[in-house]
């Protein structure tokens, strides 16, 4: 995924305090328990897809759509 707190490159950027709070809001506002669970797990926990999956009984492909859908959501409220 895409580095979007960047403090460099062009553009208007806001404070990196800014940024963060604007994608903990949507985190917790716009995407499912699902795709927050696995995000977490995948970024933050460092998790493997294949650990996920065999934690929650799944199948790989759809612990990866799940990650790229939550992704792809961010992405779209997270910009202007």
Do not use: D
């Not at 062009?10 to 699902?34: A, D, F």
């Not at 897809?49 to 409220?77: D, N, Y």
């Amino acid at each position: 995924m895409k580095n979007i707190l960047s403090e460099s490159g062009p553009g208007p950027w806001l404070p990196r305090e800014v940024q963060l709070q604007r994608m903990k809001n949507v985190i917790r506002e716009e995407l499912t328990e699902n795709q927050r669970c696995m995000l977490n797990q995948y970024y933050f926990e460092k998790k493997t897809m294949t650990q996920i999956a065999r934690e929650r009984g799944v199948h790989v492909s759809t612990v990866s759509r799940t990650i790229q859908r939550a992704e792809r959501r961010l992405r779209k409220f997270l910009r202007y």
